[in-house]
């Protein structure tokens, strides 16, 4: 098989990811890289320039606020956290992925019916 199997953009599941992860508190760019790698949709390292320049973009649109915090040893490193209206694009992206999970089984259930 030399076509390309399970191919797409990972990265379109960032803004989801990093959402999900703020939606459990307040957060670190660093802190949230290390999280949103464990929701299985980044394989490999997670591009820090990618996940800032998400996180940054999010920001500007009123989607995650974020603030300086300069407590604490070392350089002063900037918090994020999920506004109501990033919980809200959240609760979308869910619908979303429930959709497309249906559509995947019904998939799959009707291929096996046929094998």
Known sequence: MSRKVGGGKPQRYVQPSLLMALSDGSSYGYQLIQLIGEYGFLRGDVPPGMIYRH?????????????????????????????????????AWIIHMERQRDALDNFIKRYKKQN
């Open 55 to 91: 996180l940054r973009q999010m920001d500007e649109e009123g989607v995650v606020e974020s603030r300086w915090d300069s407590e604490g040893d070392g350089p002063a490193k900037r918090v994020y956290s999920i506004t109501p209206e990033g919980l809200e694009i959240l609760e």
